[in-house]
């Protein structure tokens, strides 16, 4: 049975299913998961423009587990969106009844918050964001210092 129309719960994945022993072959048998794994995505943008802060900003913010290649379009539309933004900012300041710059300025405004979405940069956004369990075992300050100072090497 395939979901119809908008509204309602999304479907519960396969793997949840199958920990839970509600799996049916016949109803949860054609739904494909997607198993993609972390990537370190590197930036195209040139050192010190506003594409590579908004760049850094969101690769360094959110956790590696949940970048992925398939981030990397995304990431570089947004990322362009905010750049123009940020030139076109001035303009639109210094002289706000310019309807070109106006319409310009307010539709990359929407660009940037809607591809932001996808990269949980709003409270609501971020609430919605996949995060890893935290690891609840103890954990010896030492082993956790040689692992961080192995890391920054």
């Known amino acids: 049975?395939?979901?119809?129309?908008?509204?309602?719960?999304?479907?519960?994945?396969?793997?949840?299913?199958?920990?839970?022993?509600?799996?049916?072959?016949?109803?949860?048998?054609?739904?494909?998961?997607?198993?993609?794994?972390?990537?370190?995505?590197?930036?195209?943008?040139?050192?010190?423009?506003?594409?590579?802060?908004?760049?850094?900003?969101?690769?360094?913010?959110?956790?590696?587990?949940?970048?992925?290649?398939?981030?990397?379009?995304?990431?570089?539309?947004?990322?362009?969106?905010?750049?123009?933004?940020?030139?076109?900012w001035p303009e639109f300041v210094a002289d706000p009844l310019d309807k070109d710059v106006r319409i310009a300025a307010l539709a990359l405004m929407d660009r940037v918050i809607a591809l932001g979405r996808e990269f949980g940069t709003s409270p609501m956004a971020r609430m919605s964001l996949k995060l890893p369990p935290e690891e609840k075992e103890d954990k010896d300050p030492l082993t956790e210092f040689l692992r961080r100072k192995k890391d920054k090497t």
């Not at 979901?3 to 199958?18: L, T």
Request: aromatic letters at 8%.
């Open 1 to 88: 049975m395939t979901r119809k129309g908008i509204g309602g719960r999304p479907p519960k994945p396969v793997s949840e299913h199958i920990k839970d022993g509600t799996y049916r072959e016949h109803r949860h048998g054609s739904r494909t998961e997607l198993r993609v794994d972390p990537a370190k995505l590197v930036s195209p943008f040139p050192e010190q423009s506003e594409e590579r802060m908004a760049w850094d900003r969101i690769v360094n913010t959110l956790p590696p587990e949940q970048i992925t290649n398939l981030d990397f379009d995304k990431l570089i539309v947004y990322c362009d969106a905010w750049g123009q933004y940020r030139r076109i």
